[in-house]
Each structure stands twice: as C-alpha cells, then as structure tokens.
C-alpha cells in the first residue's frame, strides 16, 4: 500500500499539478491531466509515456 505522505508530495510530470490516489487503489489519478499513473509493486510510475487515458465523469 502507498503511503499518503508520498502522494501529497507528488505531482504530474506532465502539468505539474495535484494528484491523488485512485479509488480502487491501483495508481494516481491527475484529474487536470485525465490520467492515470499505474502503481506496479508499490511503486508510482509517474511517466507521462506510461500513463493511461481515464474517461471523464
């Protein structure tokens, strides 16, 4: 599990901005961004070749 510490010390490479930890818990969401940032064995990979486009709501 990803410590909160570490996620309100983050931030989107791509726009710089706020992230948060995604409800189901499998990676960090940019909502400015409509991106997803995978969490793979703890670890946040906060590459913007990696993230995942998210629908809006």
């Not at 931030?11 to 793979?40: F, Q, S, W």
């Amino acid at each position: 599990m990803i410590n909160n510490e570490l996620i309100e010390i983050l931030a989107c490479p791509k726009c710089k901005g706020v992230v948060e930890l995604a409800p189901d818990k499998t990676g960090i969401i940019c909502k400015a961004c409509n991106v997803l940032y995978e969490i793979r064995d703890e670890i946040p990979i906060m590459l913007i070749d990696e993230a995942k486009k998210i629908a809006n709501d």
